[in-house]
């Protein structure tokens, strides 16, 4: 099967050219490389930016009671790389430590990292389909 899509895909170079660019974009996102970070996902609140419960509510992240990231899409939030929630993992993995001002810039790239992914995923298939 494999094998009669790449024959199929060598024989329309304008499909062929519109996947690899799509797929270089999934790779700079992925690697946040040469990509231009929103200012979206704002982290607002009051606190010491102490990660403790980690929940979704309302299109926001919250990191303990009165910390949170806004206009996080649930789709973002719900992102599962195999078994983990992204999003969700990369807090949890600092459960107890406090978010410095470059770890509040890194998550909030992961953010819009996640959310064009979704994107260039949705074009890739529509290329495909």
């Not at 001002?101 to 790239?109: G, I, K, L, N, S």
Request: some cysteine; proline content about 2%.
């Amino acid at each position: 099967m494999w094998l009669s899509y790449c024959r199929d895909l060598r024989k329309d170079i304008d499909q062929f050219r519109a996947l690899a660019t799509l797929g270089q974009r999934l790779i700079d996102w992925h690697l946040l490389k040469d990509v231009q970070i929103p200012t979206r996902h704002r982290f607002e609140g009051e606190g010491d930016g102490v990660v403790a419960k980690v929940r979704y509510e309302d299109n926001k992240i919250w990191i303990n009671p009165t910390q949170h990231f806004t206009d996080v899409p649930i789709e973002v939030w719900e992102y599962e790389i195999g078994a983990y929630q992204v999003c969700e993992k990369w807090l949890r993995d600092r459960k107890g430590e406090e978010l410095r001002h470059e770890d509040v810039r890194q998550y909030r790239a992961i953010l819009v990292a996640v959310a064009e992914t979704l994107s260039v995923i949705a074009e890739i298939d529509a290329v495909l389909w």
